[in-house]
């Protein structure tokens, strides 16, 4: 099998119009588009190879090496045949002159004129069909590249707008989460048990310091006492307390935008303040009594 040298493979795929530059070439096999090996003698440089060049040709310019083997044959065949032709009909004209017929040599000359000029006619006109065949190839080129770059360049568009849809979908995602963990949350809003409760007033109980009465001793009736107006049997807030996205409390009248926890700390308050004020009025009487 023939071997090149990266100056003889370029030389090729000049007469293939594929480039003209020994640049190029190097390029392709370092990337490994075009198949070679390192010369023991690193000066003799890369060995390619008669096939693997042949591939990277027919992958460049497909069909083109058929053709240029088709028209090599015929134009190296055509002047085979032509020599041939041109052989037996010299022999024919020695033979005539030889039988003294000079008329009939002369024709055959002219016929022999006529025949070559036809031939070389063909071949012109086989050569710029050829040249038209390279012509649309190189067209063919261009508009492959120009649809391979904007091909690169959808697969690059493509990958931006995916990327962007499956952020998208993450933040979706988790808005959709956050959503339903609001609804849990509005939901656990709507429920309480007892015992949260009596934590709450414990918490409110806290915030008096008092001598004339000992409201620790009192966490359970006002729990009894409370906890009824605002949660069901099934520790759950009655209709009545919700008003569209707010709360109004039933001991003050007053309403609370999603806090349920402050409109509860308000109403035990309130009943406390009462207790105490209750507690205050029954100690004036007996001081007065005395």
Known sequence: M????VHQALKILQEYYITDSI????????????????????????RIYHDDLFEFIEEQRPGLPEVMGVY?????????????????KHNKLDSEEV???????????????????????????????LNLVYEQITELTVKIQKLEEENAFLIGLYEQIDEMYQELEKKNQQ???????KTMECKLKKEMSVEDFKTIVR??????????????????????????LFFNENEELRNEIIDDEEYRCPLTKKKYKKSLRSMLKNAIRTKLEQVLNSVDETVLANDSSR
């Open 175 to 181: 808005e959709s989460s956050n959503e339903t963990l």
């Open 99 to 129: 039988k003294g017929d000079s008329t009939h040599s002369e024709e055959l000359i002219k016929q022999l004129m006529e025949e070559k000029k036809q031939l070389e006619n063909q071949l012109i006109n086989m050569q710029d069909e």
């Open 23 to 46: 640049q190029m070439v190097t390029r392709w096999i370092r990337e490994g588009k075009i198949k070679a090996e390192r010369s023991a003698n690193r000066k003799e440089g890369w």
């Open 72 to 88: 090599e044959w015929y134009v190296e065949n055509s002047f085979s045949m032509l020599a041939n032709d041109h052989r037996e």
């Open 203 to 228: 918490e409110v109980i806290n915030e008096y310091k008092s001598e004339t009465v000992n409201l620790i001793q009192q966490e359970n009736e006002l729990t009894n006492e409370i906890y009824p």
């Open 2 to 5: 023939e071997v090149y040298n």
